[in-house]
């Protein structure tokens, strides 16, 4: 009987040893860029996220089909309002936001590739263990596949890979990202977007988060 | 004078902080991941690397043009020759390997791109600091941008893209990589390749270690 209690103790401890899907820290600020593979769209923003709040800040540049593009938005999902804001003129744009809020988090029903050091253990400061996590999204043009890369400890976000089969893979990358508000202001819409009015949607699609790439 | 000479003992000190171009540690073991950006070349490799003796071995499967393919071989660039072991046949096939030894390391002439933390530097063991370098390589079959990103500390490998006109961008991620050979045999050809007599190479290319994959 003893060894059969203990035969369990350490099956379910080897199992916690096992990864689990994650959620990423509710307060986050770093960059990141993205990359289509048809080299259509590349980009890079910084960005602050606030699971609590269901907040996000997105400062981008890039490029879309050689054309440059740059903006700023703050999307409110418990509000559901998105700003888009010009600093430089002042003026700020308000539209509905319908889509809902992703927290940054590995689905509870994806699949462990596998767990590997970026970099080497080797030495102190020489690598990072992460575990890469794929699975598939009912999307309403078709399914998408995904793999998301986190941290082992902390389940930081290293790299997500989006896959339609129309548009290809899309990769994104996180970087310098560090838990907590580094400026929580930046979450709040500006003075100037105070009598913003709500602008009706033109486009029928709703703006969903991928959608603003 | 004693204000000049601390200026330019500061000025000194701060351009030694900026990261330099680094080469890897002489031997390293580790795995590697190779994908093209047309999705027709995926593969994956555990790799052997001796700097000092100029050898590398390669163990790879793959798939190229939805075809499976796998391979093993050692490449020994101080003797020029080339192994392809099949331990299962016990058979060896031995070519001539006319082109040169490139270490790991960063070349000189590259440029830095930017140093980001991948992952978060929040707590420990959350991420890792590294270097994105790039620069460009004049090719038989005409120049090809590289962007190769290693660990500040250690000059780890972490990724490598190569983009030639005429192929696209490739993209090599390495992980698990230790410093040190894991098994220093695997760098010697096995017994059943004693006898094994050089092949002429038929195709006019020499072999070059990109042209392996």
Redesign the interface.
């Known amino acids: 009987m003893r060894a059969f209690v203990l035969f369990v103790c350490l099956s379910v401890g080897c199992l916690a040893q096992r990864p689990q899907p994650c959620a990423s820290p509710s307060l986050l600020t ?2 990141l860029s993205v990359a289509s ?1 048809n080299e259509k769209l590349m980009a890079y923003a910084k960005y602050s996220y606030d699971a609590l709040g269901k907040r996000i800040r997105l400062r981008e540049f890039g490029s879309y089909d050689n054309k440059t593009f740059h903006f700023d938005v703050l999307l409110l999902f418990r509000e559901g309002v998105m700003y888009k804001i010009n600093y430089k003129n002042q003026t700020c744009c308000k539209k509905p936001l319908s889509a809902d809020f992703h927290p940054l988090e590995i689905p509870r029903n994806s699949s462990l590739l596998g767990q ?15 575990n890469t996590w794929w699975g598939e999204l009912g999307m309403k043009k078709g399914p998408a596949k995904y793999m998301s890369t986190v ?4 389940c ?1 976000p ?1 790299s997500t890979l989006f896959h339609t089969s129309k548009s290809g893979w899309m990769v994104t990358n996180f ?6 508000l580094v400026d929580p202001q930046q979450l709040i819409p500006p003075h100037f977007c105070k009598g913003a009015p709500l602008e009706e949607r033109l486009d029928k699609d709703p703006e969903t988060f991928f959608s603003l790439f």
Chains 1, 2 share one sequence.
Request: charged fraction near 5%; proline fraction near 3%.
């Open positions: 770093g960059s593979q590997v050091v970026v970099g080497s253990s080797s030495g102190p400061g020489q690598g990072v263990l992460v941290t082992e400890i902390g930081i290293v970087f310098n990202n560090v838990i907590g």
